[in-house]
């Protein structure tokens, strides 16, 4: 798929303040690290993430996004009654139904004749939404459009914790599905893409490649639809290991040909932003790709792995932290469970990101990414 009417005008962004350490989470977990005799600090270790955030207790989904998305439109200074499409693209969502983009929609402001909905395709929900409002603004059905999510930790990594202090039985083998369920974070994110012809920014979305391989839809999955369970104590179960083999093998599959859908060599991506697992997926996935990791930027490090929103929440503290110049080209590698892979490829001219100034500072320094 190629583009030359798309930009991606604005990011907003919103971060919960409560920070929740690797460390406190094994201290949670002491009966299980006592009785299987864990050594401390074998989460970070692993995972190469020291804190994940939450959102205060009964924080719905829409709340945030709607958040992130008045700062996309503020910082865009556009017209709001101009946005033709909202796509509300988190895992997390309000309800089963109505779509959490209707009350999105309907705090925003926004026009009546705009289309609204929900997508959901796990980690790469949001690039999801990404590509269908970039189709439909490049056949000119709509001259922008807004994609917000939300993603929400808490009920998952808690009901995990007593899960594995409740069962007695399991063993280290056992407690392996479980891990990147530790790893979740909270967070929040909108992107309004426009059209070439009103864009302020210019930040030209060029290519965008799709891979499926489903034959592994099996290797991380939740319980049944738990917006049905009023108690909203989620479960999930993870073969991490085969995961990640066999996510960075449909990955390498994808990059090869997005390189030949974007006519670009490997030395022409200045800059590539991935969804955000952890240290052993990101070291395995650039090496896979042979793509340098100078040229990568993560948050995984303070952010752990915010779902759907990860890749453009990562892409915005770029931005913000200024490691993304005028001119470069961006790869933004997405891969989730399922396995899918969505590529896009984007030339970046100008930045307009709003997000949480004071929290961004407090982790830039202590964590020089």
Known sequence: MKYDQVCLESIGY????E??????????????????????????????????RFWAPGTLPS????????????????????????????????????????????QLGLDANCILYDVSNACLGMLNGI???????????VQAALVVGTESSRALVETTIDALNRQTDLTRNQI??????????????????????????????LSAVATANTSHHDLCHSGQDEAADAAMSPLMTTDSETLLREGIATGTVAFETFLAESGWTRSQIDKTICHQ??????????????????????????????GSVA?????????????????????????????????????????????????????????GN
């Open 14 to 17: 919103t971060l919960p303040e």
């Open 19 to 52: 920070v929740i350490s690797s460390s406190a989470i094994e201290g949670r977990l002491a009966p299980l690290y006592e009785r299987l005799r864990l050594p401390e600090g074998r989460l970070e270790l692993i995972t190469g993430i020291q804190e994940r």
């Open 63 to 106: 709340e945030k996004s709607i958040e992130s998305g008045e700062k996309a439109i503020q910082i865009a200074q556009l017209d709001r009654q101009q946005i033709g499409l909202l796509i509300h693209a988190s895992v997390c969502r309000d309800h089963l139904e109505p779509a959490t983009a209707c009350r999105v929609h309907h």
């Open 131 to 141: 590509l269908q409002a970039a189709n439909m603004i490049q056949l000119g059905q």
């Open 176 to 205: 392996k599905p479980a891990l990147a369920s530790l790893t979740i974070g909270s967070a929040s994110c909108a992107i309004l893409l426009t059209h070439r012809d009103i864009s302020q920014t210019g930040n030209a979305l």
């Open 277 to 306: 697992v952890g240290g052993a997926h990101r070291k395995q996935m650039l090496g896979a790709l042979d793509l340098d990791p100078a040229h990568d930027y993560t948050t995984f490090e303070y952010l752990g792995n915010t």
């Open 311 to 367: 890749l453009p929440i990562t892409l915005a503290v770029a931005l913000e932290r200024e490691q993304i110049q005028p001119a470069d080209q961006l790869a933004l590698l997405g891969i989730g469970s399922g396995i899918n892979c969505l590529m896009l490829g984007v030339q970046w001219q100008r930045s307009l990101v709003a997000g949480n100034p004071n929290l961004a500072s407090s982790f830039s320094q202590t964590h």
